[in-house]
């Protein structure tokens, strides 16, 4: 079985970066399609970045582009989303999810099949 296991939340003021990290256990992430998800209080889930499994198509929400990049490392078993420019609109628990297929087909949850516990990212001064 699975786990994913996300690390790398936490308090940050605005401006500031965080890197997130999912790790695997289990089975490997190679191959597969990963992305990013946060669901910040009172609102939807959102997608907010994925990556295929060969890590050469990426994919980010426009809010994101340009502060967020997502990458995997396979030796690692671990995807990355590395966080710049943080907004307090940022501010959310941010999950990974695996969509056992090798191209993603956007942010759409049901395609995702298993998903980690989430970290807590909260931009504040």
């Known amino acids: 079985q699975l786990q994913l296991l996300e690390s790398g939340g936490g308090l940050v003021q605005p401006g500031g970066s965080l890197r997130l990290s999912c790790a695997a256990s289990?089975?490997?992430?190679?191959?597969?399609?990963v992305g990013w998800f946060r669901r910040a209080p009172g609102k939807e889930r959102e997608g907010v970045s994925t990556?295929?499994?060969?890590?050469?198509?990426?994919k980010y929400r426009d809010s994101v582009k340009g502060r967020f990049t997502i990458s995997r490392d396979s030796a690692k078993n671990t995807v990355y989303l590395q966080m710049n420019s943080l907004k307090p609109e940022d501010t959310a628990i941010y999950y990974c999810?695996?969509?056992?297929?090798?191209?993603?087909?956007?942010?759409?949850?049901?395609?995702?099949?298993?998903w980690g516990q989430g970290t807590q990212v909260t931009v504040s001064s």
């Open positions: 990556i295929s499994g060969s890590g050469s198509d990426t």
């Open positions: 999810a695996v969509s056992w297929s090798h191209y993603c087909s956007g942010f759409v949850p049901y395609l995702y099949a298993n």
């Open positions: 289990e089975l490997s992430l190679e191959d597969y399609c």
